[in-house]
């Protein structure tokens, strides 16, 4: 009996211990489930600022005024006086075709015209005469003296001999035409620079057969370009491109010339699109934007690579914040999610999504305020605010995970660090 005794209060002290230490756990995670999450930020201070927005880009140099010339006849070259990067002024001689078959049929067509003029002069010639006769038959017939029979063949002769001569007359135009081509053709057996500029490419040589056609593309046979007058031709991605427009500034780095800078202005953005990897998850969609570069110091070439980044709008003295600490949520999620519709008055979907609105983080006592804003231009590091915040309120700036994920209306946060970055208040 003594021994039932003693492990009957073993058991007590076992399960009693149990107990206890099971109490001891709940409250240890109750007290801990009331504690409050404290999160550490960075701040900065919405101040006004100057803010100008940038649209970067990449592309090459070109010529603004370059010309491809191509023959329009076929033959052998006979003369190439120029080679390439010689500088040649407008109307210079640059090849000269063999023109030996465009003589001939030049020569051709006028013996053809000569020959069509004599014979409209004897057409003229038997015309007066059967209008004289006509006119004389006509007389006497007036007075009796001739038949109707003599006056009606008078008058059938005239109009034939009348339609002779028309017909001629045209023949005669014809063969002028004929000799004004073919003289056209025989001066387009020489070719003539048509601009002041320098022979950027020469691809035939002299001997050699060339192919033309005023229809099609003839051979290529050389450019020539102004080298004083350049521009930048970049691609500017679809979502920017109606940001550009024509006077726009922008400062262009040319790869070849890295310690230099190029000032230009935007003097065309492109209406047709530009597509890329069409029909697969790469596909882009670009829009050439071309920029003439003003000051040109150094002797640039076509080809050259180049990153623009042009000044599309600059706004001065206007509130800004950091731009990484404004970020998108639902103003009232428990209202729906991102897939949510908004309802009408009535209590139906209307079918129209709820869109996150921007919003910022406001430090006020240790704790965070959900502010919603309206945002404007940026630029790299700063966003301009239209509506929402006044200067001097403390924003929440960093770092990027507590603004997109943890900060919450209400949280309370401990701040890092203070102070401006990367700028001054202007």
Same mark, same amino acid.
């Given at each position: ?28 995670l109750?007290t ?81 015209? *000569? ?15 059967? *209008?004289?006769?006509?006119?004389r ?14 006056? *009606? ?24 035409e ?56 970049? *691609? ?12 726009d ?126 945002t ?11 509506k ?9 700036s ?9 900060l ?19």
């Amino acid at each position: 009996m003594a021994k039932s005794g003693k492990k009957s209060k073993k058991k007590l002290f076992i399960f009693g211990g149990i107990g206890a230490l099971l109490i001891i756990i709940i409250v240890l995670l109750a007290t801990s489930g009331d504690k409050e999450e404290i999160i550490p930020v960075q701040t900065e201070k919405a101040a006004k600022r100057t803010i100008t927005q940038v649209v970067s880009a990449t592309g090459k140099i070109y010529p603004v005024y370059q010309v491809e010339l191509r023959p329009e006849v076929n033959g052998e070259i006979v003369d190439l006086p120029v080679e390439e990067g010689d500088f040649v002024k407008k109307g210079q001689l640059l090849i000269r075709i063999k023109p030996e078959q465009y003589i001939a049929q030049r020569n051709q067509a006028k013996a053809q015209l *000569e020959s069509a003029e004599a014979m409209l002069k004897v057409r003229e010639a038997a015309l007066i005469k059967v *209008e004289l006769d006509y006119k004389r038959i006509k007389g006497l017939n007036e007075k009796g003296l001739s038949s109707e029979q003599e006056l *009606e063949t008078a008058h059938a002769n005239f109009i034939q001999n009348q339609g002779q001569y028309d017909s001629q007359k045209a023949t005669v135009a014809q063969f002028k035409e004929n000799l004004a081509d073919a003289e056209l053709q025989l001066a387009k057996t020489t070719i003539y620079s048509p601009i002041d500029g320098r022979v950027t490419q020469l691809l035939v040589e002299k001997s050699e057969r060339v192919l033309g056609s005023s229809f099609s593309v003839g051979t290529h046979l050389m450019t020539v370009a102004d080298l004083d007058k350049m521009e930048a031709r970049v *691609e500017v991605d679809e979502n920017d491109v109606v940001l550009v427009s024509v006077g726009d500034t922008a400062n262009v780095e040319i790869d070849a010339f890295t310690a230099e800078k190029f000032i230009g202005i935007v003097s065309q953005t492109g209406n047709s699109a530009k597509t890329s990897g069409m029909g697969t998850q790469d596909e882009v969609v670009n829009f050439e934007v071309r920029i003439r570069i003003v000051n040109k110091d150094f002797e640039l070439r076509p080809g050259m690579s180049c990153d623009a980044d042009i000044e599309t709008e600059t706004k001065i003295d206007v509130i800004s914040i950091p731009i990484q600490s404004v970020t998108a949520r639902m103003l009232n999620p428990a209202e729906g999610s991102d897939d949510s519709e908004a309802v009408s008055p009535n209590g139906k979907s209307n079918g129209n999504r709820k869109k996150p609105a921007e919003v910022v983080f406001v430090v006020e006592e240790s704790k965070v305020k959900q502010v919603e804003v309206e945002t404007g231009i940026s630029n790299d590091t700063y966003i301009e605010v239209k509506k929402g915040l006044d200067t001097d309120a403390e924003i929440v700036s960093g770092p990027y995970s507590a603004i997109s994920k943890d900060l919450d209306d209400g949280k309370t946060v401990t701040i890092q660090s203070k102070g401006t970055k990367g700028g001054e208040k202007k």
